[in-house]
């Protein structure tokens, strides 16, 4: 009787797209399913999609925009934080979703062969069906605050592809290094926190002045003023701040799939 044995790919063999692709059915099945669970017993379903940006947006604008004082390039705040916390909610929720991802799904890890990649990147893609409700929200306050998109909007999906390439990259790395320590999942918790503040999400990176230098070694700074740029018409970000962002996004996606399959061999015992 033969018997194969299925081992995880390492180095740039493990950037296998095509076996991904080949699972593409359970892909879809994945996404549809943490879709349902996400809003299966809620009372407002997808209404929360909208809440969460939108509470933030008021409180920022309460403390940050009336108290503060924080400038937004001549925009009215509640708009402006909203633009930014739009992208923002995405990325976080994401990150936050997927790094538990392996940890979640035990019995179908330990039961059956797939691509185990499959399942981190199918929890960053559930956020982007939020991300399309609340932008709805965006639409209605540029209504009433008398904006319009601007030319770069065509952008926007490049954008979003970027933003998800960094956050399925994150996902990986923290995926599987939850596996093996259970409380790398307060730690980014934690990061996340901070990293917000980080990010010209409440603040424009004009502010930032002699300090500039710093904020945009955050690759989100570039996706960020891209995606406000966009639908207010704030400067548009530098061409090379924009594909400082985009190389970091890759190569963040790149060590994630790489240290991912590496570790990958671990998870039945470790689980």
């Not at 604008?61 to 001549?74: L, T």
């Not at 930014?84 to 392996?102: E, K, R």
């Not at 893609?125 to 065509?154: C, E, H, S």
Request: glycine content about 6%; proline content about 5%; hydrophobic content about 55%.
């Amino acid at each position: 009787m033969q018997t194969t044995i299925i081992k995880p790919q390492k180095g740039f063999a493990s950037l296998n797209i095509g076996e991904i692709i080949k699972y593409r059915e359970l892909f879809i099945t994945l996404v549809s399913r943490d879709i349902k669970v996400r809003y299966k017993q809620t009372v407002i379903g997808g209404l929360w999609a909208i809440i969460q940006p939108l509470s933030t947006m008021v409180l920022f604008s309460f403390f940050f925009g009336k108290i503060a004082k924080i400038p937004s390039d001549g925009i009215p705040y509640p708009i402006f934080s909203y633009a930014g916390l739009l992208l923002w909610t995405y990325f976080s929720g994401a990150v936050n979703t997927a790094s538990n991802s392996i940890a979640s799904n035990v019995g179908l890890i330990t039961k059956v062969y797939f691509p185990r990649p499959i399942i981190p990147l199918a929890a960053t893609m559930v956020g982007l069906i939020d991300y399309a409700i609340a932008l709805v929200i965006l639409i209605g306050l540029m209504t009433v605050y008398g904006y319009r998109p601007t030319v770069n909007i065509l952008l926007l999906p490049l954008i979003l592809f970027l933003t998800w390439m960094f956050s399925a990259g994150i996902s990986l790395w923290f995926s599987a290094t939850n596996v093996l320590f259970r409380d790398m999942r307060i730690i980014l918790s934690f990061i996340m926190q901070l990293w917000i503040y980080a990010t010209p999400v409440i603040y424009p990176l004009s502010v930032a002045g002699q300090f500039k230098w710093i904020v945009t070694l955050n690759p989100l700074t570039g996706l960020i003023e891209a995606h406000r740029s966009m639908f207010l018409g704030t400067p548009m970000v530098s061409f090379g701040i924009l594909m400082y962002s985009a190389l970091i996004a890759f190569i963040v996606f790149w060590t994630g799939m790489v240290y991912f399959k590496s570790v990958e061999r671990r998870f039945a015992d470790e689980i």
